[in-house]
């Protein structure tokens, strides 16, 4: 993608025009993932019950997914609901489910038009036929898609996904001399896939919350206080153009310029 591709789409004169030309689009992180937190505390701030949060996420959700398309942005992985997410009230849990069929329903004409594949990862044998059905169908009508790869993590647990990695590389007869951190990655639900260069939480909670344990790694994070429901394609970009003045060292240390120019 290119800047004139995401200014077409932005209203001219806007803050989110201004950002958008702060974007090196020679340096976007490859993979995104998004914890979208808070939902429920932008319910109770309108004392309203708490799925009215996870309502309003929605289009959050629809904002990020189509920016990151047009942006450029390879992967984009959201964490929308975790094996820990159970203990919460059934009624909570089956309006997260319903907004999440209706989401896929309603919105597969977007992906398909912004050529996104959708995936699940996360132990999605465990969800409800009803929910295991539309997701499915999203999954075959964008299979074919060649754009940018959005994973929804559903019932993820991310050291689940190592104990899952860790059985599945058993059952393949994998020689424990053989197995390494590359062999091991491709036993996890994002085989193939680059590890986030850039992990965003809202709702300003300083915690990873089981999510991506082995892929955050060497994650750059960032925290907003904005709460998902108020986070749009502004804050998002605001967190592009944050990573990329970021120093990623791996490590190691960051070269001098007397060492880069030195003979
Ligand atoms: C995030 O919002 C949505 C899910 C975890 C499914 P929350 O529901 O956790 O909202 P808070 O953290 O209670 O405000
Ligand atoms: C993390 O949010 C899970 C998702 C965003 C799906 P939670 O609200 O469940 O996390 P905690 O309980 O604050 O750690
Ligand atoms: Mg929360």
Avoid: C
Avoid at 160 to 175: L, S
Avoid at 190 to 215: C, H, K, Y
Wanted: aromatic fraction near 8%.
């Amino acid at each position: 993608m290119s800047l004139e591709q995401l200014l077409a789409w932005i209203p001219p004169g806007s803050p989110d025009e201004t950002l958008a030309r702060q974007v090196n689009f020679e340096q976007l992180p490859a993979h995104v993932a998004i914890i979208m937190d808070g939902n429920g505390r932008w319910a109770a701030q309108r004392h309203l019950p708490r799925v009215e949060g996870h309502r309003a996420g929605i289009d959050s959700v629809r904002d990020v997914v189509e920016t990151s398309a047009r942006l450029g942005i390879q992967i984009l992985t959201l964490y929308a609901f975790s094996m820990e997410n159970w203990k919460r009230p059934p009624s909570e849990i089956h309006t997260l489910m319903t907004l999440l069929k209706r989401y896929i329903r309603l919105e597969l004409s977007t992906l398909l038009k912004n050529n996104i594949r959708f995936q699940v990862i996360g132990r999605h044998e465990e969800l409800a036929p009803d929910v295991r059905h539309e997701l499915e169908i999203g999954i075959r009508q964008t299979a074919a898609n060649s754009g940018m790869l959005f994973n929804i993590a559903l019932n993820y647990g991310g050291r689940a996904e190592i104990v899952d990695a860790a059985r599945r590389a058993i059952a393949a007869g994998i020689a424990p001399e053989d197995l390494d951190e590359q062999r091991f990655g491709d036993f996890l639900y994002t085989a193939g896939q680059p590890d986030p260069d850039l992990l965003i939480r809202t709702s300003g909670e300083m915690r990873v919350s089981n999510f991506l344990l082995w892929q955050i790694a060497y994650s750059e994070i960032w925290v907003t206080e904005t709460l998902w429901p108020d986070f749009r394609r502004r804050h998002l970009l605001e967190s592009i153009v944050a990573y990329q003045k970021r120093d990623r060292r791996y490590g190691g240390i960051k070269p001098s310029p007397v060492a880069l120019g030195a003979k």
